[in-house]
């Protein structure tokens, strides 16, 4: 049994002179809510390209389940058990939720080339169970292109659990959401972690997301990193709240009141 499932050893990544990440080590637990957090500009991004493929780094190791996926492409990372949202939604608009989810499904399994066998007969019954998980039951026969924001970002986690991730990488994953949209897709995301003991690392700029849900907290800064622990501990850090948070921080209190 690996402590970790994913573990970065002393990764790093420079683009022309400047270190955007230098040297970060850390680990994520089966189950866990990682959050990773920083001012604009800190490494975040860089650091998840790291992980997931998207860039090698020049430094360091990236390991999955104690096996070494450093370098390796994005969609080798992916077969191999690693999901991922984006910042802005990546939904076919002309398709219907139900396709959505079929379409990861069947790539997962290596079934496009089926051209034989309709596609709505592929994986339906396997999607309308993940999109019953996701609350999406009775939106599965509507186009994307119809969706609010935040059921679309609903659909989104249903296509990245469609091969059955042991990790799940989430950039920015409330970004445009209302407030009451945010608590709920994380609560959402926090469930399917604790049941799947699915690992989840997220980015996260809207700070009452990240304290209310995150069971542990890392802080970049410039490509470094400058803290990590539990949501208090990191609140509580003096070099936090001078580069990032302020020293006048304080949870919203329907964030901490819906995390109850």
């Not at 080798?76 to 910042?87: D, S």
């Not at 994986?123 to 292109?145: H, I, K």
């Not at 700029?205 to 995150?214: I, T």
């Amino acid at each position: 049994m690996h402590r970790f499932t994913l573990e970065a050893q002393g990764i790093q990544k420079s683009f022309g002179g400047v270190r955007a990440v230098d040297q970060v080590s850390f680990g994520v637990r089966a189950g866990e809510m990682l959050a990773l957090i920083g001012p604009n500009g800190a490494g975040k991004s860089t650091c998840f390209n790291l992980l997931n493929g998207h860039l090698r780094p020049d430094g360091g190791r990236v390991k999955l389940l104690g096996q070494d996926i450093t370098g390796l492409a994005p969609r080798k990372v992916w077969k191999r058990g690693v999901g991922r949202t984006f910042q802005i939604t990546a939904t076919f608009g002309s398709m219907t939720v139900r396709e959505n989810v079929q379409l990861a499904l069947q790539s997962h399994r290596g079934e496009l080339g089926r051209l034989w066998t309709p596609s709505w007969r592929l994986r339906g019954g396997q999607a309308d169970t993940l999109l019953e998980r996701v609350g999406l039951a009775g939106q599965a026969r509507r186009p994307c292109s119809v969706l609010a924001y935040g059921d679309l970002k609903r659909v989104e986690l249903a296509i990245a659990l469609a091969n059955n991730p042991r990790l799940l990488l989430m950039d920015e994953p409330t970004a445009g959401m209302a407030p009451q949209e945010r608590v709920g897709l994380m609560a959402l995301v926090a469930e399917v972690a604790r049941e799947r003991g699915m690992s989840v690392l997220f980015t996260e700029h809207d700070m009452d997301v990240v304290f209310s849900h995150a069971d542990r907290v890392l802080v970049l800064d410039r490509g470094r990193l400058i803290a990590e622990g539990t949501p208090d501990e990191v609140r509580a850090n003096a070099l936090v709240q001078e580069v990032y948070l302020g020293s006048g921080f304080e949870p919203e209190p329907e964030a901490e009141a819906s995390a109850c």
